[in-house]
């Protein structure tokens, strides 16, 4: 018997072992949940909007949005001047901007963290932000190259020695030839390759932000196989991080939670109206729901549990108060593959504009809308989410083509799709049936709804057959790249405010252009607008791109904007902004006593 | 017994060879590529490029390698000795970073979460033994009486309710109606009732038959029969002389069973926040973690060897004629 205990006591041991090696804190001012972990803290690195977030919390740039009305407001830098010619920003820093070591932050800090942001060891997504400053395109082109030279060098001259003379020759590169001055150390200035009329609006983005050089280089080691920089990140964890923000990074447990206490050496005091913050990891919706009802979270920042609509319907009906409804600055929209074949050589007919113009107006957005998403979003016909964007279409003269079945019938009939052997399925002239309409989309979320509603609509409107392709996250993406489907759904956020964060997507050969989409009317109005220097006047340009775009080209069927649920008690919690680019302070939150 | 530890520790890096190749070949397989984002923006094309040089995503072969000589403390042993000119403060095993999670190499996220589900899948079979054997007992000393059938029924219902229903319900009755711990919270032991009785009841019926089935057996059988003859009473013949020899097969089931506890809490984590390693299964796989895959199936494989190692040897030592 006594043997028997054994394993038992065994078991008891290791439990008690790993709940005696928890610590836990004082509770903090207030405690947020959002559903996925951060995917990291260095500034230069983000991309996702929770990084951005914690981002703005910990660190602060040369200026900073109001993220109530977007405009620019000081940071790090307490003024700036523009040149007559829109190219030359002269910043001047604070003195009483403070590291949390002590030290204070200087123009150096920031050429020290652009340059990281530009080399493309760094791996940013978003590197090509810095591009408008002049030679900064030109540097990281140079590097990628030197890299790849380097690495194609035979064994023996490959050494620690050779990996940093080709980083010293690279930083040289980078003061003789990118935009950028320190003229003392609280003076930068920045020389852009032509003039950007949000430049501002991107100095606010994480990506400008200041890094703390010896914290960094500390984790920093040289590969003598490629020659590039490696970033260990260790440097991001509490015990190491060196901030310039409101906030301090106390604690950040993997996939668990995150605990942010007053920066005292930040020099804005005033701004910070909470004393620590709590964000916790809760992966499951639901249980993010029962979290906030015992009061364990005061702020929901994602309400996306599958019961929303019936939520909403409580809160119609007075029952509730906690659901908060913020529209996005994002586009749901359907792809249409622009590309002549598919893959296989087979022939696409969505390369055709008509037969897409055709798709569109065949499709009810307000049925997908009311009937079978229920969360409340806006029909959209634009790409640019209507009013979000100041100056652009202040008019609301932007329309694209909406519902009306007569018109799509015609226009694929002018196609050359006519119903020509009776049997309902329009066909060419060559007599060949419309291919079977493939719907791509990811699986594992609504999508895979909004695919059945539009078949069926398209269906009975155009007698076109159709076929939803349900594929797993990575697959759906592969193919989007390739260009192996005919529609596929997709969705876009805004990064800054300008149109051309939605409208730079359907440029020739972009990046996120996974439509194959290449229109040269569509380009050169776009490289018009690069070059115009009055304001109203780039608006108006841009303003005709997107037109183009939503009713004779259509490279995308836009469906509706998205829309974000924040939930709180508005007698307990305040602060929360509700405009579109969502972007929150959790200095600025505060649970009310 | 002695003998019997060695030659199955002297297995063990085999048996992690062969599942580390497996996952390789499997995980490489993977469609789509591991460097790119589901969503939202993509770097330029020579990011994505260095990206993959840099992890060795170009090459199979190089990464295999590499990867197994890093994870192995090959590598380690290498620079310690000086071969390589590469000056690293890397752990001896070290499983690589986390392509997704940034921030994070393999090491830490194993460090920090393989702990919480080895308490919770241990809390959980401990939970499953009491449960099981009470009700196995009741079970055994008055078949198909109403308390046998009653908890019959239980252990139906504990197999085959899915712990997202059980899950949810227990939630809303303990935190959220009666008030009774939180939501959402781990840290404290009151945490892990809740998802440790979740997790424990499909074992725990399962334990709970086992035992049953042992005790009617073992009951009925000639030295049952000398005890009482004795005049022992009954407490003592239950518990000292039947139970034990009736426990031995829910002890062998114990090896398996915590494996499966540690391993296959995966919704138990997502409807309790529980932070354990259960989920990186799971998501690392999909969205092609390559390092998070291998680190964790390789970590995983070890600690199921030496599981089953310590109770094998916990047997022999309770009941020395399973050695033969």
């Known amino acids: ?593 | 017994m002695i003998g019997l530890a060695l030659k199955r520790l002297a297995q063990a890096p085999l048996i992690v060879l062969v599942v580390y190749t497996i996952t390789f070949l499997l995980a490489w397989a993977l469609p789509g590529s591991a460097v790119i984002n589901d969503e939202g923006r993509q770097p330029p094309a020579a990011v994505l490029e260095a990206m993959e040089r840099q992890y060795n995503l170009h090459d199979p072969w190089v990464f295999y390698w590499e990867y197994l000589e890093k994870a192995s403390g090959v590598e380690y042993a290498r620079a310690r000795l000086g071969w390589t000119q590469r000056r690293s403060e890397a752990p001896v095993f070290d499983f690589g970073p986390s392509l997704r999670h940034q921030d994070w190499t393999v090491n830490e996220i194993i460090a920090s979460t393989l702990p919480v589900s080895v308490a919770l899948g241990l809390a959980a079979i401990f939970f499953a033994l009491v449960i099981g054997i009470i009700a196995g007992i009741i079970g055994a000393l008055r078949p198909n009486s109403i308390l046998d059938l009653l908890s019959l029924c239980l252990a139906l219902i504990g197999v085959s309710l899915p712990s997202f229903v059980t899950g949810a319900a227990l939630l809303l009755i303990f935190p959220v109606w009666l008030g009774w711990g939180r939501v959402g919270g781990w840290g404290q032991l009151t945490d892990m009732l809740l998802p440790a009785f979740t997790l424990s009841l499909p074992f725990a019926a399962y334990i709970a038959r086992l035992t049953r089935m042992g005790m009617i057996d073992v009951l009925s059988a000639d030295y049952i029969r000398t005890a009482r003859a004795k005049g022992a009473p009954e407490r003592t013949v239950v518990l000292r002389h039947a139970l034990k020899n009736a426990f031995l097969p829910v002890l062998s089931y114990l090896g398996p069973a915590a494996s499966f506890a540690m391993t296959g809490s995966f919704v138990v984590e997502m409807v309790f926040n529980v932070p354990g390693v259960g989920q990186h299964f799971v998501n690392a796989v999909l969205t092609k973690d390559l390092f998070l895959i291998m680190g964790v199936v390789m970590i995983y494989s070890t600690l199921l060897i030496l599981m089953n190692l310590i109770v094998d040897l916990l047997l022999i030592w309770i009941d020395p004629r399973t050695a033969v």
């Open chain 1, 1 to 593: 018997m006594i043997k028997l205990l054994v394993p038992i006591v065994l078991l008891l041991g290791a439990i008690g072992g790993v709940v005696i090696s928890d610590h836990p804190l004082p509770p903090s001012s207030y405690t947020f949940a959002q559903t996925t972990d951060l995917f990291t803290l260095d500034p230069q690195r983000v991309s996702y909007q929770q990084d951005i977030r914690m981002s703005f919390a910990l660190f602060e740039g040369l200026v900073r949005w109001d993220n109530e009305t977007y405009e620019i407001l000081p940071g790090v830098a307490e003024r700036w001047e523009v040149s007559d010619d829109g190219l030359v920003y002269t910043f001047h820093l604070r003195t009483d901007a403070r590291w949390s070591t002590g030290e204070p932050v200087t123009a150096r800090d920031f050429i020290y963290s652009w340059e990281r942001a530009l080399r493309p060891d760094t791996a940013a997504d978003y590197t090509q932000m810095l591009f408008h400053i002049a030679g900064a395109e030109d540097y990281f082109n140079w590097r990628s190259e030197a890299l790849s030279m380097y690495s194609a060098l035979p064994d023996f001259e490959r050494s620690i020695d050779a990996a940093l003379g080709l980083r010293a020759r690279s930083l040289e590169r980078f003061r003789r030839s990118v935009g950028l001055a320190a003229p003392d150390p609280y003076t930068l200035r920045v020389v852009l390759r032509s003039p950007t009329p949000y430049f501002l609006d991107l100095v606010a983005f994480p990506t400008y932000a200041p890094v703390h050089e010896a914290t960094v280089e500390r984790w920093t080691s040289i590969d003598p196989d490629s020659g590039r920089i490696e970033q260990r990140h260790g440097w991001t964890k509490p015990d190491h991080i060196v901030t310039n923000g409101p906030y301090l990074l106390k604690r950040w447990r993997f996939k668990r939670d995150a605990r942010l206490e007053r920066n005292p050496h930040y020099w804005n005091q005033d701004a910070i109206r909470s004393e620590s913050v709590t964000m916790l990891i809760v992966s499951d919706a639901n249980t993010a729901q029962l979290a906030f009802q015992t009061g364990a979270v005061d702020w929901v920042e994602d309400v996306i549990v599958d019961y929303l609509p019936e939520m909403l319907a409580q809160q119609d009906r007075g029952e509730r108060n906690d659901l908060h409804k913020a529209p996005a600055f994002g586009t749901y929209f359907w792809s249409f593959n622009c590309r002549p074949t598919l893959p296989g050589g087979r022939d696409n007919p969505f390369a055709d504009p008509g037969v897409r113009r055709a798709f569109a107006l065949a499709t009810n957005k307000r049925d997908i809308v009311e009937k079978v998403r229920r969360q409340g979003e806006p029909v959209s016909d634009t790409f640019v989410p209507p009013g979000s964007v100041v100056g652009y279409d202040a008019d609301r003269s932007l329309a694209g083509l909406s519902f009306d079945p007569e018109r799509a019938r015609e226009e694929l009939e002018r196609a050359g799709w006519v119903d020509r052997n009776g049997d309902g399925v329009p066909d060419n002239e060559a007599g060949a049936p419309f291919p079977v309409v493939e719907l791509l989309y990811s699986t594992n979320s609504y999508h895979g709804e909004i695919a059945q509603a539009m078949s069926v609509m398209w269906e009975k409107a155009l007698g076109v057959r159709t076929r939803v392709v349900p594929k797993e996250s990575k697959i759906y993406k592969d193919d989007l790249k390739t260009g192996d489907y005919m529609i596929a759904r997709g969705g876009w956020f805004g990064d800054y405010g300008d149109p051309t964060t939605f409208l730079n997507v359907h440029r020739t050969g972009d990046g996120n252009n996974d439509r194959g989409y290449s229109d040269p009317v569509f380009d050169e109005l776009m490289a018009r607008s690069d070059a115009e220097l009055d304001p109203d006047e780039r608006m108006r340009i841009l303003a005709e791109a997107e037109k183009r775009t939503i009713t004779e080209t259509m490279p995308i069927l836009p469906l509706y904007t998205y829309v974000r649920y924040y939930q709180f008690d508005p007698e307990r919690f305040r602060g929360v902004s509700m405009h579109p680019r969502l972007m929150q302070y959790l200095y600025e939150l505060e649970r009310i006593e």
